[in-house]
């Protein structure tokens, strides 16, 4: 019982930081504002699918998130170096 | 089998002299011509069975519903026109490898060669009349390659485009053709439809049918009014010529008319139309031929006058007749390939070929003289020559057949033919060879090597052998030869002497006479000639194919100019209006299906989709933010993928992604940060609707099939039930890449490994010396660089994720036949990880730690991945077939092994070897662009806490 109201409450703040997270790629001051954004919006993406896990009571996508975790950031690095140094493999 | 790897034999050839060349070009030519001895041999192995009378036959099943089978067989017929084809294909191959310049590229010559001899031998061994219009068509292609061999030459490429021309529009009314003959004798195997000739010459569709197929005969065997591409032809190589006009390419179409004679011979239609043809070219092209100064020129007439002696004598249709025919096919393949190779020799020494500067070379070229004599004897018809014995039998017959109604037309007209015959036969002599030795010649005359006038001096003492002993020779294979056309035995009997009352003989001695007394006024008949118009066949020719030309190219350059947005704009408007009319011409309702809830959270989704979507068309100018937007919806992507319950495509997708994203970052490093605004706004408008067209249609389309039930019963039911007992696994998206649809995972795997391939090999095309190289070499930042090349964080934390990433690598590729995973992912994460590494301590060092090739990966991938589906050979199964068992091992747990799991290894070692493989390459033109290599991990000295400087950096 309590556990689907927390849930509710999970889903509504992890979809408000995305929705949050979206505004900031749109308008942001400049491109790492941008690239950060992207990268907390895997994270919040993450969040939602063991949120959704959670509520559904099943495990199938737990690999998913996994990788989000795993992977997510090796965009955002890439991203990063080529803000930096323009080659990302020097 | 036999006869199928006969065919196959000269194709799987032609791979070879390309390799072969390499090791020189006698190699080159050793290894061409075993290659056709073997078919040869396989032939002959043949042969004791198909002379006792035997049809061998080799049936394979192609595409059974469609009737096309690789069925073969060989009788009398086909072992004549193998042997043919191959015994001469292997005098050829000796004769080029002398014949051949230093300049010209040997290895190509061959392969085109051998590309040819396997058409042809294709031809003539074909059981599926299907088949055979295959190999028919694969002649006029490799043909092609062959006339315009020397590319350099105008008058090899015209030549060349007019000869694929007219063969190849007569191929594609033989085609009509012989689709009307396999419909009335209801199959489409000549065996078949050879027994049905009351049906067919019974059928309205007889004549359109005869016709149509006498048009591919007709152009492939350069008969009237089609003869006018073989001479130009003659712009090709010497051996070229010889081989295509003296025994395969245009007797190809006698070869049909011959193999096609038992169920369209024998009506007025056949009668009138052939013989009549082959009466009027035989005649008009031996004339010509008296007046052609160019050896080769003389030649390439005097072939279309006997393929018209040939042809008429088929059209005869009688079993006599065609019984010459066989003899002549086998007597003017001798001497005119023998003639062909010896005016090449002409050429080589001489460097002329022009009857009006050549005289003289009887002393200076005594072995060449003594083949052309003989030759050019036997194509006259003097005795005892074996030209002689097959034109004697030709008069008689054409004097005992009347033409409506008029007994001594066909005689008469056949005698004027021989004539002209004797009189270019004896120039080609007398021009060439005899009258005094002249001191203009354009190089020295001498006769050359062994090596080239080998060749032609066996054909010679063929000549003369076949002259001599008839019936010891060729008696056998022409009662073969001939039974096979005729369907019923025949025993033929040669003879030199046919007594005072034959009529052939006062014939042969009029022609003779004559030929030698239109020899002696040949200086006034020339002249005559000169002052008489005629029309010019290439002009002719031109002024056809010109309107058609300039419609072509306006149709092709209209549609296909170079842009690929205009390609994609008239494929998509094509696309959309034939929906457009489909939708509505058709009934439509509204689907039944329920619409599936929408929750906040997916919808927040997907409203992030459509906005980034529309945010990358709106500032698609700047690329970097382009690829920013484009991690948004990869990553909505992804998780859609999840949310809509295809887990393993969201693994895949999430990890595809990633390496996308770097892949792309890798090559905007060396493009401009900005796309500029190249069109003008009313073009983008139009370009604009056309997108919305599309995009609409899909989701129209998209909707109407998601809201109702599917039309045709949905394939899941079977991989549900067949997945666990039949492939050993319960994750169905994976038994269905490494099992049920395990071919196909193949073909990927190897297309995914040759894109790799390319990738690396343009890359390397680029680092060699050329404007990129220089452009790269020339590079300069277009922005400004950080300090740190190698941030320490950056190292350390990518070293502590390694092996944890290798071991998720493990643990999805190993539970993948049954949970969501498998080695196409695990091969994407391990490469990620891989490549992690390379972004935090730079190419050099990373580089240097890597002990395996990644083309060695790839290849690996690709052979583990063969010899899993190959193993299932063994067990009697088709390829691919998986096996799997269930095992206890103590202390685990009951597990399974699958060669399934054999065969991911295989797809993992690719994919991950084709992804590293494509990111080295885009890195290595960094290196190039003037970087600096790096072999410390990273910049600093973290034990001193000091930066190394540029010396130990390096």
Redesign the interface.
Known sequence: MILNYALDFAFLCFGLGLAMNLYRVFRAPGVPDRILALDTMVINVLALIVLYGVRTGSGVNFEAALLFAMTGFVSTVAYCKFVLRGDIIE | MSLALIAALPFLGALLPGLMIRAGKNACALVTGSVTALALLMLGLNAPAVLRGEVVQTRIEWIPSLGLNANFFLDGLGLLFAGLILGIGLLIILYARFYLAKSDPMGQFYTYLMLFQGAMVGIVLSDNILLLLVFWELTSLSSFLLIGYWKHLPEGRQGARMALTVTGGGGLAMIAGMLILGNIAGSYDLSVILQNKEAIQASDWYLPALILILLGCFTKSAQFPFHFWLPHAMAAPTPVSAYLHSATMVKAGLFLMARMWPVLSGTPEWFYIVATTGLITMVMAAKIALFKDDLKALLAFSTVSHLGLITMLLGFGTAEAATVAVFHIINHATFKAALFMSAGIVDHEAHTRDLKRLGGLRTLMPITFTIVTIASLSMAGIPPLNGFLSKELMLEEAAHTAWMANPWLIGVLATIGALFSVAYSFRFIAHAFLGPVRSDYPAKPHDPGFGLWAAPALLACLVILIGLFPMLTAAWLVNAAASAVTGAPVAVKITHWHGLYAPALWMSLAAIGGGLMALGLHPRLMALWTATPRPEAKRIFDGLMEPFATLAGRIANGLHDGALTRYIAIGTLAIAAVCYYAFDTGTHAIGTRDLMPVP??PA??W??LV??TL?IVIFHRNR??T???V??VG?MV??GF??F?A?DL??TQ??V??AT??LM??A??FLPKATPVESAPLRRTWDGAIAVIAGVGIAALAYALMTRDPAFQAISDFHITNSKPGGGGTNIVNVILVDFRGYDTFGEIIVLGIAALVIFALTEALLRAGPANDRLLAWK???R??G???PMM?VVATRV?LP??LM?GFF?FLRGHN???GGFIAGL?VA?AL??Q??AS??AWTAARQKVDYHALIACGVLIAAATGIGAWFNGLPFLTSAFGYFTIWPLEEFELATALLFDIGVFLTVLGAVMLA?ASL?RI?LRAG??V?TQPFDIDPSEGRTLNSEEAR
């Open positions: 906040p959270v927040l989704g409203l992030s906005l980034a945010a970097l933010l690829l920013v937007l991690g948004i990553l992804s998780v999840a949310y319950s887990p969201a693994l999430i990890s992604e990633v994203i770097i970052l890798l905007l490093n930042p277009d922005q660089r950080a740190d090349r190698h950056l994720i944890i990433a998720v999805i949970e969501p995973g994460i990620i490549v992690m390379y972004m730079g190419f990111l890195s960094g970087e600096t790096n």
